[in-house]
């Protein structure tokens, strides 16, 4: 069992930065790829970025790309998103969650966090 605890959301103004911070509670966090979702006001739940269990791999939804970064601290069980230049869309709650495969899919992951939110002001 992974239990995942987000922190790190508020409110920001655009062209803003953000960093989310996922901490997972067991060491088998380790074997496991770990990615970031979010779900707007009225959308579906959709995929923003991916990192793989080496710590190296990673996938970003075109619509962050070249603005967020992934990245995995083993030592400390945890997962960080960096939000750089962020727009109003990008507005949402935004989740980590695990999954024993590489994919993007979120029906895939088995285990997920609570969600903080983001809001970013025009």
């Known amino acids: 069992q992974v239990q995942l605890v987000e922190s790190g959301g508020g409110l920001v103004q655009a062209g803003g930065s953000l960093r989310l911070s996922c901490a997972a509670s067991?060491?088998?966090?380790?074997?496991?790829?770990m990615g970031w979702f979010r779900q707007g006001p009225g959308k579906e739940r959709e995929f923003v970025a991916v990192i793989h269990s080496n710590h190296i791999t990673t996938s970003y939804a075109d619509s962050v790309k070249g603005r967020f970064t992934i990245s995995r601290d083993g030592a400390k069980n945890t997962v960080l998103l960096q939000m750089n230049s962020l727009k109003p869309e990008d507005t949402a709650v935004y989740y980590c969650?695990?999954?024993?495969?590489?994919?993007?899919?979120?029906?895939?992951?088995?285990?997920w966090g609570q969600g903080t939110q983001v809001t970013v002001s025009s």
């Open positions: 969650a695990a999954a024993p495969y590489w994919t993007t899919v979120p029906s895939a992951y088995n285990y």
């Open positions: 067991a060491p088998t966090f380790r074997n496991y790829h």
